[in-house]
């Protein structure tokens, strides 16, 4: 596909450009041999970057941006093509343009056993920052970050948010001419992204940087000059957010939910219609949607408001135009070029296929998960205080909160893997307190990290785990067949799982979670770090999931996919702050008008009304 210029917004031509490209790239292609043939993760690059900027790259997993950015380092070295950086060539002159940068890659190199002071004088070494000025410099950086009263602790003990911010005071402990970020804000809640957001942008406007970020998060690529959206290695579009916006003018509208109707059952079913709908996503008490190129004059086909086989319409008196947004344009680009019977494929689940219809969804209102009082202690810290909530059998139940909130503790008690100091905890029919070992083989755990073995392929992954649940040879096969299909993992048996991309792993580790058809699947953090269109295939999944009886508890820190929840808690310091379906969610956060809003809300609230809340 030829990449889209938006005319209005492009940079000048290198010979009329005033000012000077840090980033040059002609022809550039890398390409990557594995054992299973080649890998091509960059196509034929013609880019410029201007000096000055702050430029995002976003695009699916496995794009090519972490290794566009990689190569901008002279960690890796173009297969063919060139690039220039800060007007160096990077396969000749590598050295020289690591001088001048400094790179924050997904997963920072921190020292956990060092403190926080530590990590910044050693990263001062490792740059060779003049003694006379790391003074002035960490203290600066300190003020920033807000670390200054955590000098002494290790790095191991911050929270995630707090990682992420020390992790950029030691990229930035020189002032480098440009600044690469591969996903800054991965893992992080909203109120720790909004603080690391507001140091990049305070150190843009001091010190001028150039910035290059890579993200997920098309709030984040809003913020910056110049967004370049790529897909499989090649650019499909750039220019400002203003100019991609207007790609979609005229596509996008909301309707409201049917009473009694969950969001995701009608976004499933707007989705299933390609012919007319290219993206549809919760948002509040309604759907929002995005209409193939072909429905800009007329607005939203007359077939969506006929019934259909399922009983499923839309409701025109619901139905009303809205602004475009950032996301909006990059679904729009990303399926613009699918065939309409393949653009938006129902998730079907073997799960929902073969589960006695006696645990289908709303069947039975059975709790199979009853939490009374928990609490767990580790010595004189308490990460979780009083916790008390149930989840319905097929139920959609989000444990939300900042880092260090008590998230993941509550998580790996609720799984059986860590016991609680107090209270009761009851899980499919089981009293943890007595009986996690019979509990632990009716749940499917997907962890914050990933966590199966990376030196073994997908397949041996899976026979692996399938032997570790107890699966027979026979039944093992035929499940592996199912999972491979329902996650997508058809073609890549033999791949390293440690050299998947992020969707792929996230793929893979839901596969080996629901190998034996768990009926309570914990999902922590699951979609972190992953695009919006993976978000809406993992979506999909889910809601198929639900509606095959299976009980889903998930942690994130996408606010807008507490849309997808049922009912949602949000905690802490380890106390629950709100509990609710997300309409009754926003109301507490003061009719909040999203979810993260809210979500913001409800947390400074609660820490303002606090005096240990630092």
């Known amino acids: 596909m030829a990449t889209e210029r938006i005319a209005a917004d492009a940079p000048l031509s290198p010979e009329t450009s005033p000012q000077t490209d840090i980033i040059r790239a002609r022809a550039l292609t890398r390409v990557f041999q594995t054992k299973n043939g080649t890998i091509t993760a960059l196509s034929g690059l013609d880019l410029d970057v201007p000096a000055g900027s702050m430029t995002a790259f976003v695009g699916p997993d496995g794009a090519g941006k972490t290794t566009f950015l990689r190569m901008i380092c002279g960690l890796l070295a173009p297969t063919s093509g060139t690039l220039h950086v800060l007007g160096r060539d990077v396969s000749h002159e590598a ?66 948010g707090m990682k992420q911010k020390l992790a950029l005071a030691c990229t930035l402990v020189r002032s480098p001419e440009l600044l690469l970020l591969d996903e800054p804000s991965v893992g992080v809640d909203p109120l720790s992204r909004r603080e690391l957001w507001s140091i990049i942008t305070r150190m843009v406007e001091e010190e001028h940087l150039s910035v290059i970020v890579s993200t997920a998060y098309m709030d984040e690529a809003e913020r910056c000059d110049h967004v370049i959206v790529i897909h499989e290695g090649r650019i499909l579009s750039q220019g400002s957010p203003e100019a991609l916006r207007r790609l979609t003018t005229g596509l996008c509208h909301v309707t409201d939910v049917p009473r009694g109707m969950k969001a995701r059952h009608l976004q499933a079913w707007l989705l299933d219609q390609p012919s007319f709908v290219m993206d549809a996503v919760p948002e509040g008490s309604h759907v929002r949607l995005v209409l193939r190129t072909e429905c800009r004059r007329d607005g939203i086909p007359a077939e969506l408001f006929e019934p259909s086989p399922s009983g499923m319409h839309l409701d025109p008196a619901s139905c009303r135009s809205v602004t475009p947004r950032l996301e909006d344009s990059f679904m729009f680009l990303l399926r613009r070029g699918e065939t309409t019977d393949h653009a938006a494929e129902p998730a079907t689940s073997s799960v929902q296929e073969e589960t006695p219809p006696a645990h289908a969804a709303g069947s039975e209102e059975e709790n199979v998960i009853v939490v009374r009082d928990l609490v767990r202690k580790f010595g004189d810290f308490t990460a979780v205080a009083s916790t008390s909530f149930t989840v319905k059998r097929g139920e959609v139940f989000g444990l939300l909160g900042p880092n260090g909130a008590g998230k993941t503790t509550t998580f790996r008690m609720l799984c059986g893997l860590l016991p609680a100091t107090s209270g009761y905890l009851c899980v499919a029919g089981e009293n943890l307190r007595k009986a996690a070992a019979q509990a632990r083989t009716r749940v499917g755990y997907v962890s914050q990290k990933f966590s199966l ?162």
């Open 95 to 160: 050295q020289q343009i690591q001088d001048r940068i400094s790179y924050m890659p997904q997963r920072f190199g921190m020292y956990e056993d060092l403190s926080v002071q530590e990590n910044l004088d050693l990263y001062a070494d490792l740059h060779g920052v003049p003694l006379p000025t790391r003074k002035e410099r960490f203290r600066r950086l300190l003020d920033m970050t807000d670390l200054a009263r955590f000098t002494a602790r290790p790095a191991g003990k911050l929270s995630g």
């Open 453 to 614: 073995y990376g030196n073994l392929s997908v397949l041996e992954n899976l026979h692996f785990f399938g032997g570790v649940y107890g699966l027979g040879l026979f039944a093992l096969r035929r499940r592996i067949r199912d999972v491979l299909e329902e996650f997508d993992l058809t073609g890549h048996e033999h791949d390293m799982s440690g050299n998947l991309p992020g969707g792929f792993k996230q793929r893979l580790s839901m596969a080996v979670g629901m190998l034996h058809r768990p009926e309570i699947l914990f999902l922590d953090e699951p979609t972190s770090g992953i695009d919006p269109l993976a978000r809406r295939l993992f979506w999909r999944r889910i809601t198929s999931l639900s509606d095959g009886g299976t009980t889903v508890i998930i942690t994130t820190h996408f606010m807008e996919e507490a849309e997808y929840c049922d009912r949602m808690l949000i905690q802490d310091a380890g106390r629950v702050l709100a509990l609710g379906t997300p309409d009754e969610v926003r109301r507490q956060g003061g009719n909040a008008p999203t979810m993260e809003e809210a979500f913001i809300r409800i947390v400074e609230r609660s820490r303002a009304s606090r005096p240990d809340a630092s």
